[in-house]
């Protein structure tokens, strides 16, 4: 039988901070009104595998801000100056 007492247990404080650093998820919304542009294009996106990192919360589309604003900032990378 494993000894409870060995499992990793996380205290209040250390998952609160966690949580601060971590920032909310955005909703897709959210991130075309950031990105200016519609939200089915949000979902084009996703479907072609070429827009910002989303996840699946439940049935729920949800996006981390850090990941849209690197794949912004991936996207201002591309050469126009051709």
Known sequence: ??????????TPA???????RRGPLATPAEVAAYLGVPVKTLYQWKYRGIGPNVHKVGRHLRYHWHEVDAWLNAQ?????AV
């Open 76 to 80: 201002a990378t591309y050469d126009l």
């Open 1 to 10: 039988m494993p000894n409870p007492s060995a499992r990793h247990t996380r």
């Open 14 to 20: 250390a998952a609160t901070a966690d949580a601060t």
